[in-house]
């Protein structure tokens, strides 16, 4: 597997883009990475939706701008 990494100013324009837009990511995730990853999206400036159960995620659906899964 090739990892693509972005340059220096990619990553620097992409984080500025996000401090932005703060976006609205809807994450799926188990109860043991919960707190870490709701913490690492806000420092990031996003808006983390951390939802673990479907009927509540599918309410979510149509407002997110990213998946974290």
Known sequence: MQVDLLS???SAHAL???HQHSP????M???VV?????NTLLALGASPAMVNRNRRGQSVCGYRQCLVD
């Not at 919960?34 to 709701?38: G, I, K, L, R």
């Open 29 to 31: 995730t188990n109860d």
């Open 34 to 38: 919960q707190t870490f990853t709701a």
């Open 8 to 10: 220096s100013a990619q």
């Open 16 to 18: 500025h883009l996000f």
């Open 24 to 27: 609205l990511v809807h994450c």
